[in-house]
């Protein structure tokens, strides 16, 4: 049975740093391009960053590029986002996500990432 739970969400004021964790078991981690994802309220669900375990640089959307950092342990079957300099617009529901080629994809449960004063 696959699994991927996520960790690390929070609450944090603006400029602080996150740190989110996402702990995979029941795949071939060192196979499957790992992402994550966030939704806002009210809003869909994209993709933040992604990293395969081929050394292609990751990806990162436009909006954390330099604040956000993606890293993978493939050993210990770990997903990382290093998140800093965290703004209002960073509060969302964040995903991780399992994708080995033209399979369907392995979603988590999400974690709460809440910025705010």
């Known amino acids: 049975q696959v699994q991927l739970v996520e960790s690390g969400g929070g609450l944090v004021q603006p400029g602080g740093s996150l740190t989110l964790s996402c702990a995979a078991s029941?795949?071939?981690?060192?196979?499957?391009?790992m992402s994550w994802y966030r939704q806002a309220p009210g809003e869909e669900r994209y993709l933040v960053a992604g990293?395969?375990?081929?050394?292609?640089?990751?990806f990162y959307d436009h909006s954390v590029k330099g604040r956000f950092t993606i890293s993978r342990d493939d050993v210990d079957k770990m997903l990382y986002l290093q998140m800093n300099n965290l703004n209002t617009s960073d509060t969302a529901v964040y995903y991780c996500?399992?994708?080995?080629?033209?399979?369907?994809?392995?979603w988590g449960q999400g974690t709460q990432v809440t910025v705010s004063t």
């Open positions: 996500q399992a994708k080995f080629g033209l399979d369907s994809p392995y």
């Open positions: 990293i395969s375990s081929v050394g292609a640089p990751p």
């Open positions: 029941g795949i071939t981690f060192g196979q499957y391009y």
